[in-house]
């Protein structure tokens, strides 16, 4: 897939932790972007030490996948010496071990990583709030940055625009699936009022997530519920971005990285978004008039709406401002229930995993796929086998009815058809519906 130039369009997954870094290069992604354990505008996730982000570069450039590292916030004068000292050991790094690109927001932070890491190029932060192409340009003159991750608030028609006016050498970068925020490109002060939180500096509380009721001050006691209806009001609780049915239209605009929101997110989200973005995006490649893509979009709409617990639409890339001409999909009832990634198959048949929700023996589970590049299957998704559970061992090796300590590692056994061993390291697993 391409953006009309020679250039193939990046898909760039989020890595919370190890565990999430391992499942985005595994299920197809390009290129990762993770935080540190300060200066991300995603505190509140488990992070990388430099250690852990030395660590994390090696293992993603030996798979041939790019790592970011967002250093986003806006700075304090003490965050910027913490600074100092986190680019400087990223700089000083190993080539292999370096990362090949920061997200920064802030001027002072800029700055800091031009003098303390010159090395390493810099992606603007949608937190700058980029939102035309003269503001590009500025940055591009005066900074040097190439990559520019567009505000959200962005239609199609405005990108495209944009991209117009800026050199080849410019690459947009732009979010198509994943949370939301009602606030200007996550410029969010609600947070840090209602809970002490700063938003701004990595520690959101979400409270555009919470339900809320009106109450009438000549009415005590009194709570009125805020509902939506077809005309209704949403005062709150923005729904997610899933652009998914849009990727040819997406790449007209002159999008060049198509950015999966979600560092907070577990492996089964992560998952199965990239993986049904790899297929999407390889389909296009592989048949540019599209009969592929639309033939297998169901199934990957299908798979994307698995790991959604909230209503998914196209945000203001067709309705500029507003939310109304924004196309609306609900989410699959339930969510599946994410029961852990494989962590070693062992010879014999067996794995072991280090188990997220329970489990028991008797149940069905389904073991998610790697997609093949080149060899795509006909229905869109890899054929993931769904098997019951033969056997439950705890890490002692006593048999057990079912894995009920979350975190603990159990070693499993699945129903097998002939010889096959359905289940490989990386693989993630949930639990079958009904």
């Known amino acids: 897939m391409s953006d009309g130039s020679d250039r193939r369009i990046e898909l760039l997954a989020p890595a919370g932790n190890e565990e999430t870094l391992r499942t985005a290069i595994r299920y197809g992604a390009d290129a990762v972007y993770l935080g540190g354990e300060q200066l991300s505008l995603r505190a509140r996730a488990q992070g990388f030490s430099v250690p852990g982000i030395l660590d994390a570069c090696r293992t993603?450039?030996?798979?041939?996948?790019?790592?970011?590292?967002?250093?986003?916030?806006?700075?304090?004068?003490?965050?910027?010496?913490?600074?100092?000292?986190?680019?400087?050991?990223?700089?000083?790094?190993?080539?292999?071990?370096?990362?090949?690109?920061?997200?920064?927001?802030?001027?002072?932070?800029?700055?800091?990583?031009?003098?303390?890491?010159?090395?390493?190029?810099?992606?603007?932060?949608?937190?700058?709030?980029?939102?035309?192409?003269?503001?590009?340009?500025?940055?591009?003159?005066?900074?040097?940055?190439?990559?520019?991750?567009?505000?959200r608030e962005l239609s199609l028609e405005r990108i495209a625009a944009i991209r117009s006016e800026l050199p080849e050498e410019a690459t947009l970068e732009c979010f198509v699936h994943g949370a939301m925020c009602i606030s200007y490109s996550g410029k969010c002060l609600l947070s840090r009022a209602m809970t002490g939180r700063e938003a701004n500096r990595g520690a959101c509380a979400h409270p555009c997530r919470y339900d809320y009721a009106l109450l009438e001050e000549k009415r005590p006691g009194e709570y009125f519920p805020v509902e939506e209806s077809d005309i209704g009001t949403q005062i709150l609780a923005s729904d997610d971005l899933c652009m998914l049915a849009h990727l040819p239209e997406l790449a007209a605009s002159g999008a060049g990285s198509l950015k999966i929101e979600g560092r907070m997110k577990n492996a089964l989200y992560v998952a199965a978004v990239t993986r049904a973005y790899r297929l999407a995006i390889d389909a296009i490649a592989a048949d540019p008039a599209g009969e592929r893509y639309r033939r297998i979009l169901p199934a990957l709409l299908g798979e994307v709406r698995l790991a959604a617990t909230r209503p998914l639409s196209t945000g203001f890339y067709f309705a500029e401002g507003t939310a109304g001409a924004a196309e609306r999909l609900e989410p699959a009832g339930q969510p599946v229930c994410f029961l852990g990634v494989v962590e070693e198959a062992l010879p014999d048949g067996r794995f072991t995993i280090r188990h997220r929700n329970r489990f028991a023996v008797g149940e069905q589970l389904v073991i998610m796929k790697k997609p093949e590049r080149g060899t795509p299957q006909e229905s869109g998704l890899p054929?993931?086998?769904?098997?019951?559970?033969?056997?439950?061992?705890?890490?002692?090796?006593?048999?057990?009815?079912?894995?009920?300590?979350?975190?603990?590692?159990?070693?499993?056994?699945?129903?097998?058809?002939?010889?096959?061993?359905?289940?490989?390291?990386?693989?993630?697993?949930?639990?079958?519906?009904?």
């Open 60 to 151: 993603a450039h030996e798979n041939g996948v790019r790592v970011y590292v967002t250093a986003n916030i806006y700075a304090s004068d003490t965050d910027i010496r913490t600074a100092e000292a986190f680019f400087t050991a990223l700089s000083e790094a190993a080539e292999r071990e370096r990362p090949d690109a920061l997200l920064i927001a802030d001027p002072g932070m800029l700055v800091t990583a031009k003098r303390f890491a010159p090395g390493i190029p810099v992606h603007l932060s949608t937190q700058a709030n980029t939102t035309n192409a003269e503001s590009c340009r500025f940055w591009m003159e005066h900074a040097g940055i190439r990559r520019f991750v567009l505000a």
């Open 383 to 434: 054929a993931d086998p769904v098997r019951r559970v033969a056997s439950i061992a705890g890490a002692d090796g006593v048999p057990a009815d079912a894995a009920i300590h979350p975190g603990e590692c159990y070693t499993v056994t699945v129903e097998r058809i002939g010889e096959e061993f359905p289940a490989e390291a990386g693989d993630v697993l949930y639990r079958a519906a009904g």
